[in-house]
């Protein structure tokens, strides 16, 4: 089973930027990814997803702000998070799906590793 681990969380203000990268034990070649989010109180909701074919799909909550992709290291996938709010504030976790898939998907239960999460904190 391929082990993932986030990077790149902090804190940040309103409108600023941040990086977040998902490191795989494995190349990410013909897996299917996602980066999730849980704010506190809140249940964990897909943000962005990529099928095995590596087309992106976003909610509408961070569509045109969000970038997922995968590095050309073969194993990374990042999130490229622009014009962050106060309400993008929460754990963010990266997720991927084995066997093939075309098309995206968000829900959780579609994905079989999880990694550790690292913390995105975004101040007014």
């Known amino acids: 089973q391929v082990q993932l681990r986030e990077s790149g969380g902090g804190s940040v203000q309103a409108g600023g930027s941040l990086r977040l990268s998902c490191t795989a034990s494995?190349?990410?070649?013909?897996?299917?990814m996602a980066w999730f989010r849980q704010a506190p109180g809140k249940k964990r909701e897909g943000i962005a997803a990529?099928?095995?074919?590596?087309?992106?799909g976003y909610p509408d909550s961070v569509k045109g702000r969000f970038t997922i992709s995968k590095g050309n290291a073969k194993n990374i996938l990042y999130l490229q998070m622009n014009s962050l709010k106060p309400e993008d504030t929460g754990m963010y976790y990266c997720?991927?799906?084995?066997?093939?898939?075309?098309?995206?998907?968000?829900?959780?239960?579609?994905?079989?590793?999880w990694g550790q999460g690292t913390q995105v904190t975004v101040s007014s």
């Open positions: 990529v099928d095995s074919v590596d087309r992106p």
């Open positions: 494995a190349y990410t070649y013909g897996l299917y």
């Open positions: 997720a991927a799906g084995y066997g093939w898939r075309a098309g995206y998907t968000l829900f959780e239960y579609d994905y079989n590793s």
